[in-house]
């Protein structure tokens, strides 16, 4: 689950995020639409649970005041290098954000899934169908989709196998809420 709070690596400019509309996608229970600066709130409470931000690399804990208002901008930025969109479950009468889930666009026709589920809404399946839905719309045109997800999450790992995802391989990835690296389990799909 990697979803930047800080810089992002670089990308060669043809492959920005900014680049592209970003859709907004239909699953059975949720949308997944662009953040809105009205999920500010939600989203600071949210990643300010240290459960959720040491299950990440980039969400710092303690979290600070004006990091979520920060996120919001940079995934709403044209030049922005990642799409990220709210999963939004209002339209079925759930709550408006009950996580995030992002595409970042790499290189040679790949892109990178991150994604995270609020504690309240754990163990309900959201997060296997956001991915699901994400795979399906495919709104990059990848050709291959890749994930990370820290060893002691399981159930992330879970997430992504049942959509289709082969493990590649151990790595170690930063955690800055955790302050130290963590081993990571890497995931490959391809979409051909």
């Not at 953040?35 to 709130?41: G, I, N, P, S, V």
């Not at 459960?51 to 709403?76: C, K, N, V």
């Amino acid at each position: 689950m990697n979803l930047s709070f800080s810089a992002a690596q670089a990308v060669p400019a043809a492959m920005t995020a900014g680049n592209r509309e970003q859709p907004v996608i239909h699953a059975p229970r949720l949308t997944l639409r662009p953040l809105r600066r009205q999920d500010r709130d939600q989203l600071q409470l949210f990643t300010s649970d240290r459960r959720l931000a040491e299950g990440t690399r980039s969400i710092p804990h303690p979290l600070p005041a004006d990091a979520a208002a920060s996120f919001i901008e940079a995934a709403r930025a044209p030049d922005r290098e990642e799409d990220v969109w709210a999963l939004d479950g209002s339209l079925r009468g759930s709550a408006t954000l009950m996580g995030v889930i992002s595409l970042k666009a790499l290189d040679r026709g790949q892109s990178q899934i991150g994604y995270w589920v609020a504690p309240a809404f754990w163990n309900t399946g959201l997060a296997s169908e956001a991915v699901r839905a994400l795979i399906e719309a495919n709104p990059h045109a990848s050709r291959t989709l890749f994930a990370e997800v820290f060893q002691d999450n399981p159930v992330s790992a879970r997430i992504l196998t049942n959509a289709g995802f082969e493990y590649i391989g151990d790595a170690e990835a930063m955690s800055l809420a955790r302050g130290q690296a963590v081993p990571t389990w890497t995931y490959l799909r391809r979409m051909d």
